[in-house]
Structures are given as structure tokens and as C-alpha cells.
């Protein structure tokens, strides 16, 4: 489900740009996962999440999970501390599925909170900053960021079909020109 990396990737997107915080990219994530011997379940339990944190030198790991019914999505997150693998706190953030980009910007918000970071005025701002107000635009994005970590040609050439798509939905969504520009330049090179 394009969910999957959709949710992670949106709220990283939000949350790098905390001064406070520093954000591990999702390959790096990935390679981790790998290292440890993670499964393609699709399922992180709160165990393994530790031991990926400690690989990243992470302080503290959010990891969670969605639900969707009938036009309803809930997202839950847990705030793990690496050093003892215990919940710090958990959250969510219910909804109807064509307001996902609220809830996620209200999730960055309560993590932040949480987390007892002070934002500053811009910061606040560009938390509740959206991308696109397309969910199918964003879909098609979500899933153009995954063919392009298969790393290979012909990821990378459809994830630029994909970004092309996005934009055609929303003609201002910057990060999909951004995605076509990494895509384009790494098929220059492969």
C-alpha cells in the first residue's frame, strides 16, 4: 500500500525541518533494517526498531502504524527511547482519508510537542506547510520515491513517469519536480 512509505515519508518531509531535530533518510533506514536481518513482513516490532536506532545512533525512533475503513484513517505513533527500548509516549490522529495531509501535519505537531522542542515562527510554519492538496498527486509521488530506491534503470524511469503524473495533478507540487530532477540526473549516470 502506497500508504506505507507515504505516511513515513510525509512526516519526515514535515519534521526535517525542526532545527532541533536531525532525521535519518529512509535508505539509510532501509539498510539497517537489512543489516539486522528484518523481513519483508512489513511489520517493525518494537525490538527490532531498537536495534535499528542503536545501528543509526539514533536517540529516539518513531515507528507506527494506519488503519483504513471506509474512507476513515487512523495513524498511530509510538516515540521509542533507544538507550531502554521503552514507549516514551504514543499518539494519533483519526480522520476522513482526503484530509491525510491534516493529520499528519497534526502528528508532527504532537510529536514535536512531546518531544519538548520549541519551534520557532518559521519552523511552525513550514511543519504545517503542504506539498500538494492532492492525494492522488501525492500517491503517484509516493510511489515514484519507491521505484527510484530499487536502483536501477528502469525504476528510475518509471518513477520520472510517476513524478510526470503528479504533476500533471498539481502543476506547483515542487517536491515532484525535485523527484524527476534525481531520477533524470541518476539515468544519466547508470
Known amino acids: 500500500d502506497w500508504l506505507s512509505a ?19 533518510e529512509r535508505i539509510r533506514i532501509k539498510h539497517a533494517l537489512d543489516e539486522i536481518g528484518f523481513g519483508g513482513s512489513g511489520l517493525v516490532s518494537q525490538d527490532t526498531a531498537q ?10 525512533v518513531v515507528i507506527g502504524s494506519f488503519s483504513e475503513f471506509q474512507g476513515t484513517v487512523r495513524i498511530n505513533v509510538r516515540l521509542l527511547k533507544v538507550e531502554t527500548g521503552m514507549i516514551l509516549q504514543a499518539t494519533e490522529s483519526t480522520g476522513l482519508m482526503n484530509r491525510i495531509f491534516q493529520l499528519q501535519d497534526r502528528l508532527s505537531e504532537q510529536l514535536v ?9 518559521d519552523e511552525q ?21 519507491d521505484y527510484y530506491f530499487q536502483f536501477n534503470r528502469t525504476g528510475y524511469e518509471k518513477a520520472v513517469e510517476l513524478y510526470r503524473e503528479a504533476i500533471r495533478l498539481d502543476p506547483n507540487f515542487a517536491l515532484a519536480y525535485a523527484g ?3 531520477s533524470l540526473a541518476t539515468l544519466a549516470y547508470s
Open 113 to 121: 510537542k512531546i518531544l519538548g522542542v520549541g519551534l520557532r515562527e
Open 51 to 60: 536495534q535499528a536506532g542503536k545501528m543509526l545512533g539514533a536517540d529516539t
Open 180 to 182: 524527476i530532477a534525481d
Open 125 to 145: 510554519q513550514r511543519l504545517t506547510w503542504e506539498e500538494t492538496n492532492s492525494i492522488q498527486a501525492y500517491e503517484n509521488y509516493v510511489r515514484g520515491r
Open 6 to 24: 507515504g505516511i513515513p515519508e510525509s512526516m519526515v518531509s514535515k519534521l526535517q525541518n525542526v532545527r532541533a531535530l536531525r532525521m535519518v
